[in-house]
Protein backbone atom coordinates (compact mmCIF):
# COMPACT_ATOMS: atom_id res chain seq x y z
CA UNK A 1 0.00 0.00 0.00
CA UNK A 2 1.53 3.92 -0.74
CA UNK A 3 1.56 5.59 2.35
CA UNK A 4 2.02 9.13 2.27
CA UNK A 5 2.66 10.74 5.45
CA UNK A 6 2.61 14.29 6.73
CA UNK A 7 4.26 15.93 9.58
CA UNK A 8 1.49 17.32 11.49
CA UNK A 9 -1.89 17.10 11.22
CA UNK A 10 -3.03 20.51 13.10
CA UNK A 11 -1.22 23.39 13.56
CA UNK A 12 -1.37 26.97 14.99
CA UNK A 13 0.87 29.56 14.21
CA UNK A 14 1.17 33.20 14.11
CA UNK A 15 1.16 36.21 12.00
CA UNK A 16 4.56 36.58 10.45
CA UNK A 17 5.98 33.10 11.22
CA UNK A 18 7.79 30.98 9.42
CA UNK A 19 6.08 27.73 8.59
CA UNK A 20 7.48 24.36 7.31
CA UNK A 21 4.98 21.42 6.41
CA UNK A 22 6.50 17.90 5.77
CA UNK A 23 5.22 15.15 3.85
CA UNK A 24 6.94 11.38 2.81
CA UNK A 25 6.00 9.17 0.74
CA UNK A 26 7.21 5.46 0.76
CA UNK A 27 6.48 4.03 -2.44
CA UNK A 28 9.74 5.80 -4.41
CA UNK A 29 6.98 7.97 -6.34
CA UNK A 30 8.45 10.53 -9.15
CA UNK A 31 5.59 13.09 -8.75
CA UNK A 32 4.64 14.73 -5.12
CA UNK A 33 2.56 17.54 -5.25
CA UNK A 34 0.87 20.24 -2.23
CA UNK A 35 -2.80 21.55 -1.99
CA UNK A 36 -4.82 22.93 -0.55
CA UNK A 37 -8.57 22.81 0.16
CA UNK A 38 -11.14 25.39 0.93
CA UNK A 39 -14.77 24.83 1.44
CA UNK A 40 -16.77 26.21 -2.28
CA UNK A 41 -13.38 25.95 -3.78
CA UNK A 42 -11.65 22.29 -3.93
CA UNK A 43 -8.57 21.50 -4.11
CA UNK A 44 -6.03 24.01 -5.53
CA UNK A 45 -2.71 23.44 -6.81
CA UNK A 46 0.42 25.15 -4.86
CA UNK A 47 3.08 23.57 -6.13
CA UNK A 48 4.29 20.09 -7.75
CA UNK A 49 7.56 18.20 -8.15
CA UNK A 50 8.29 15.33 -10.41
CA UNK A 51 12.04 14.87 -9.75
CA UNK A 52 14.29 15.69 -7.08
CA UNK A 53 15.56 19.31 -6.50
CA UNK A 54 12.78 20.34 -9.53
CA UNK A 55 9.82 21.94 -8.79
CA UNK A 56 6.48 23.76 -10.68
CA UNK A 57 4.36 26.24 -9.93
CA UNK A 58 0.83 25.34 -9.67
CA UNK A 59 -2.29 27.52 -10.12
CA UNK A 60 -1.80 29.34 -6.44
CA UNK A 61 1.65 29.69 -5.43
CA UNK A 62 1.97 32.86 -4.23
CA UNK A 63 3.11 33.25 -0.50
CA UNK A 64 4.76 29.42 -0.70
CA UNK A 65 7.62 27.97 -1.68
CA UNK A 66 8.62 24.17 -1.63
CA UNK A 67 12.03 22.13 -1.21
CA UNK A 68 12.67 18.73 -2.58
CA UNK A 69 15.71 17.40 -1.87
CA UNK A 70 15.35 13.76 -1.63
CA UNK A 71 12.72 11.56 -3.52
CA UNK A 72 10.53 10.58 -0.66
CA UNK A 73 10.44 14.00 0.91
CA UNK A 74 8.51 17.26 -0.17
CA UNK A 75 8.32 20.77 1.80
CA UNK A 76 6.07 23.10 1.55
CA UNK A 77 7.09 26.72 3.00
CA UNK A 78 5.12 29.51 4.18
CA UNK A 79 7.86 32.17 4.46
CA UNK A 80 5.46 34.50 6.79
CA UNK A 81 1.95 33.34 7.47
CA UNK A 82 -1.02 35.32 6.76
CA UNK A 83 -4.47 34.50 8.30
CA UNK A 84 -6.08 33.79 4.36
CA UNK A 85 -2.95 30.49 4.11
CA UNK A 86 -5.62 29.19 7.58
CA UNK A 87 -6.51 26.41 5.19
CA UNK A 88 -6.25 22.22 4.78
CA UNK A 89 -3.15 21.61 3.26
CA UNK A 90 -3.06 17.59 1.77
CA UNK A 91 0.45 15.83 -0.01
CA UNK A 92 0.25 13.71 -2.66
CA UNK A 93 2.25 11.58 -4.83
CA UNK A 94 1.91 9.82 -8.10
CA UNK A 95 4.33 6.98 -9.88
CA UNK A 96 4.20 8.44 -13.75
CA UNK A 97 7.23 10.27 -14.43
CA UNK A 98 6.71 13.66 -16.46
CA UNK A 99 5.77 14.95 -18.44
CA UNK A 100 2.54 12.89 -17.73
CA UNK A 101 1.58 13.67 -14.91
CA UNK A 102 -1.95 11.67 -15.02
CA UNK A 103 -1.58 8.74 -13.04
CA UNK A 104 -3.31 8.25 -9.58
CA UNK A 105 -2.25 10.07 -6.95
CA UNK A 106 -2.03 9.10 -3.26
CA UNK A 107 -2.53 11.51 -0.94
CA UNK A 108 -1.97 12.20 2.84
CA UNK A 109 -3.78 13.12 5.76
CA UNK A 110 -3.92 16.49 5.57
CA UNK A 111 -2.80 19.07 7.75
CA UNK A 112 -5.28 21.51 9.40
CA UNK A 113 -3.42 25.16 9.67
CA UNK A 114 -4.74 27.76 11.70
CA UNK A 115 -2.86 31.55 10.67
CA UNK A 116 -3.43 33.43 13.93
CA UNK B 1 -11.76 30.54 -14.33
CA UNK B 2 -13.52 27.32 -12.82
CA UNK B 3 -12.43 24.55 -15.81
CA UNK B 4 -13.87 21.94 -13.46
CA UNK B 5 -17.40 22.59 -11.90
CA UNK B 6 -19.12 20.36 -9.29
CA UNK B 7 -22.40 22.16 -8.90
CA UNK B 8 -24.27 20.77 -6.51
CA UNK B 9 -22.42 21.83 -2.83
CA UNK B 10 -24.38 18.82 -1.29
CA UNK B 11 -26.68 15.71 -2.43
CA UNK B 12 -29.10 13.60 0.21
CA UNK B 13 -30.01 10.33 -0.45
CA UNK B 14 -32.18 7.46 1.30
CA UNK B 15 -30.05 4.03 1.64
CA UNK B 16 -30.43 1.74 -1.13
CA UNK B 17 -31.38 4.45 -3.79
CA UNK B 18 -28.90 5.71 -6.68
CA UNK B 19 -26.41 8.86 -6.24
CA UNK B 20 -25.86 10.81 -9.01
CA UNK B 21 -22.93 13.01 -8.86
CA UNK B 22 -22.10 15.29 -11.45
CA UNK B 23 -19.44 17.15 -12.95
CA UNK B 24 -18.90 19.75 -16.00
CA UNK B 25 -15.32 20.69 -17.47
CA UNK B 26 -14.95 23.33 -19.62
CA UNK B 27 -11.35 22.33 -21.57
CA UNK B 28 -11.66 19.76 -24.59
CA UNK B 29 -8.40 18.80 -24.21
CA UNK B 30 -8.75 16.65 -20.82
CA UNK B 31 -8.28 13.09 -21.70
CA UNK B 32 -8.39 11.61 -18.35
CA UNK B 33 -10.83 12.08 -15.58
CA UNK B 34 -10.68 10.83 -12.13
CA UNK B 35 -13.31 10.67 -9.08
CA UNK B 36 -11.73 10.82 -5.25
CA UNK B 37 -13.56 10.38 -1.53
CA UNK B 38 -12.97 12.31 1.01
CA UNK B 39 -13.91 11.73 4.33
CA UNK B 40 -13.43 14.36 7.19
CA UNK B 41 -9.99 14.43 8.83
CA UNK B 42 -8.31 12.27 6.01
CA UNK B 43 -7.08 12.46 2.76
CA UNK B 44 -8.68 11.59 -0.71
CA UNK B 45 -8.86 8.11 -1.66
CA UNK B 46 -8.72 7.37 -5.59
CA UNK B 47 -12.48 5.77 -6.55
CA UNK B 48 -12.74 5.19 -10.41
CA UNK B 49 -11.27 6.82 -13.35
CA UNK B 50 -12.34 7.06 -17.29
CA UNK B 51 -9.93 8.05 -20.35
CA UNK B 52 -11.59 10.39 -22.69
CA UNK B 53 -11.49 7.38 -25.17
CA UNK B 54 -14.27 5.70 -23.11
CA UNK B 55 -17.72 6.59 -22.39
CA UNK B 56 -18.56 3.98 -19.64
CA UNK B 57 -16.90 2.69 -16.65
CA UNK B 58 -17.87 0.44 -14.04
CA UNK B 59 -16.31 -1.05 -10.70
CA UNK B 60 -18.45 -2.60 -8.09
CA UNK B 61 -21.60 0.00 -7.17
CA UNK B 62 -19.96 2.24 -8.60
CA UNK B 63 -20.39 3.63 -12.55
CA UNK B 64 -18.89 6.47 -14.33
CA UNK B 65 -20.22 8.14 -17.45
CA UNK B 66 -18.84 10.30 -20.06
CA UNK B 67 -20.17 12.47 -22.44
CA UNK B 68 -17.53 13.86 -24.51
CA UNK B 69 -20.35 16.15 -26.25
CA UNK B 70 -21.74 17.82 -23.36
CA UNK B 71 -18.44 18.28 -21.68
CA UNK B 72 -20.07 16.42 -19.08
CA UNK B 73 -19.07 13.47 -16.38
CA UNK B 74 -21.22 11.77 -13.59
CA UNK B 75 -20.58 9.26 -11.21
CA UNK B 76 -23.14 6.54 -10.21
CA UNK B 77 -23.45 5.08 -6.84
CA UNK B 78 -26.01 2.34 -6.65
CA UNK B 79 -27.30 0.59 -3.66
CA UNK B 80 -25.95 3.74 -2.11
CA UNK B 81 -24.81 2.95 1.61
CA UNK B 82 -24.54 5.41 4.79
CA UNK B 83 -21.03 4.41 4.23
CA UNK B 84 -20.95 6.42 0.71
CA UNK B 85 -21.48 9.45 2.72
CA UNK B 86 -18.11 11.71 2.16
CA UNK B 87 -17.45 14.66 -0.61
CA UNK B 88 -16.66 13.37 -3.70
CA UNK B 89 -14.49 15.29 -6.25
CA UNK B 90 -14.12 15.08 -9.82
CA UNK B 91 -10.76 15.56 -11.17
CA UNK B 92 -9.42 15.61 -14.65
CA UNK B 93 -6.20 15.55 -16.39
CA UNK B 94 -4.59 17.84 -19.33
CA UNK B 95 -1.14 17.63 -18.05
CA UNK B 96 -2.20 18.43 -14.21
CA UNK B 97 -5.02 17.39 -12.62
CA UNK B 98 -7.34 19.79 -11.89
CA UNK B 99 -10.37 19.66 -9.36
CA UNK B 100 -13.69 20.38 -8.77
CA UNK B 101 -15.51 22.00 -5.46
CA UNK B 102 -16.82 18.96 -4.31
CA UNK B 103 -19.94 17.63 -3.84
CA UNK B 104 -21.02 16.26 0.28
CA UNK B 105 -22.80 13.22 0.39
CA UNK B 106 -25.46 12.10 2.65
CA UNK B 107 -26.99 8.44 2.79
CA UNK B 108 -29.48 8.40 5.09
CA UNK B 109 -30.04 4.93 6.53
Known amino acids: DVKVTQSSRYLVKRTGEKVFLECVQD?????MFWYRQDPGLGLRLIYF???????EKGDIPEGYSVSREKKERFSLILESASTNQTSMYLC???????????????FGPGTRLTVL | DQQVKQNSPSLSVQEGRISILNCDYT??????FLWYKKYPAEGPTFLIS?????DKNEDGRFTVFLNKSAKHLSLHIVPSQPGDSAVYFC????????FGQGTELSVKP
Open chain 1, 92 to 106: ASSFQAAPYLTDTQY
Open chain 1, 27 to 31: MDHEN
Open chain 1, 49 to 55: SYDVKMK
Open chain 2, 27 to 32: NSMFDY
Open chain 2, 50 to 54: ISSIK
Open chain 2, 91 to 98: AASGGKLI
